[in-house]
């Protein structure tokens, strides 16, 4: 199996900030690469697929790039509704892997 | 619009076997072009992707619970099921059923999701 690794496991920040996530995988997927936000009691929404490419209707602040084992997600400038969980998720191979979760609050 | 709906009992019994099924609805279990997944999260933990069904029939899932799984697709109903036998505590979770398609690697139509509860 493919893991994934993001890190911080959590992150403090204020509305406005600018947000950087990481997720590695443990061997190279190419750019098959995807995060998505999940809040409390909801179902995980995608925000980039392949890497960097961003889901339709979500917000540009929103960035992904990376290729290879090494991944990020940026948020350019956080909003108030962007405080939730973020997992990035492997498509390369299966079983398709998940990262533990980046939980982003609000500081 | 697609939409996906969970159903089935929210407490399943130590050793039983959990059934859940998803509806589809605003798309069809039949086309070609998806793959139909289960995925659960433990409370307060991550998500872990269960397996998926083709329309054909075909399966692929999770080698950490492959002897455990079975997951089937009733086209006449547009509906797909997951069974997971000798169930413990550990399978407690919420419950998604999704769609990924075919050219494209990612889950992009989600349930909102079912909480089975493993207990006695």
């Known amino acids: 199996d493919i893991q994934m690794t993001q890190s911080p496991s959590s992150l403090s920040a204020s509305v406005g900030d600018r947000v950087t996530i990481t997720c590695r995988a443990s061997q190279s997927i190419s750019s098959y690469l995807n995060w998505y936000q999940q809040k409390p009691g909801k179902a995980p929404k995608l925000l980039i697929y392949?890497?960097?490419s961003l889901q339709g209707g979500v917000p540009s602040r929103f960035r992904g790039s990376g290729s290879g084992t090494d991944f990020t997600l940026t948020i350019s400038s956080l909003q108030p509704e962007d405080f939730a969980t973020y997992y990035c998720q492997q498509s390369y191979s299966t079983p398709w892997t998940f990262g533990q979760g980046t939980k982003v609050e609000i500081k | 619009q697609v939409q996906l709906q969970e159903s089935g009992p929210g407490l399943v019994k130590p050793s039983e076997t959990l059934s859940l099924t998803c509806t589809v609805s605003g798309g069809s279990v039949s086309s070609g072009s998806y793959y139909w997944s289960w995925i659960r999260q433990p409370p307060g933990k991550g998500l872990e992707w269960i397996g998926y069904i083709y329309y054909s029939g075909s399966t692929n899932y999770n080698p950490s619970l492959k002897s455990r799984v079975t997951i089937s697709v009733d086209t006449s109903k547009n509906q797909f099921s997951l069974k997971l036998t000798s169930v413990t505590a550990a399978d407690t979770a919420v419950y998604f059923c999704?769609?990924?398609?075919?050219?494209?690697?990612?889950?992009?139509?989600w349930g909102q999701g079912t909480l089975v509860t493993v207990s006695s």
């Open positions: 392949a890497a960097s």
């Open positions: 999704a769609r990924r398609s075919l050219g494209q690697p990612y889950f992009d139509y």
